[in-house]
């Protein structure tokens, strides 16, 4: 069973930081790829970065604030998220594409989502 558990959201102000992290945990032979998604009410779900072994990737709308980075030791993935806006409001989903040996396989699984709220 794995289980990814994301931790680092909550209420801040526009300009302020936040760092996101996610940690996959149970029957992991390898993780591939790793990133994160984010969801606000009535729009649907967006990429927002990925991470492939030592190599990276953000969306055009976080490109300059948000830097991924990766633990492969600890299989966490983090997110660092600078100079917040209010457009930044939303569920923010850990997902990790994950070889198991039992069952044998590749699956991606996601994190229960951790929101964040950016408000004056």
């Known amino acids: 069973q794995v289980q990814l558990v994301e931790s680092g959201g909550g209420l801040v102000q526009p300009g302020e930081s936040l760092r996101l992290a996610c940690a996959a945990s149970g029957d992991i032979f390898r993780v591939n790829d790793m990133g994160w998604y984010r969801q606000a009410p009535g729009k649907q779900r967006e990429l927002v970065a990925i991470?492939?072994?030592?190599?990276?990737n953000d969306a055009d709308s976080v490109k300059g604030r948000f830097t991924i980075s990766r633990d492969n030791a600890k299989n966490t993935v983090y997110l660092q998220m600078n100079s917040l806006k209010s457009g930044d409001t939303a569920v923010y989903l850990c997902?990790?594409?994950?070889?198991?040996?039992?069952?044998?396989?590749?699956?991606?699984?996601w994190g229960q989502g951790t929101q964040v709220t950016v408000s004056s």
């Open positions: 997902y990790a594409n994950i070889f198991s040996r039992w069952p044998r396989g590749t699956m991606y699984h």
């Open positions: 991470s492939i072994s030592n190599s990276t």
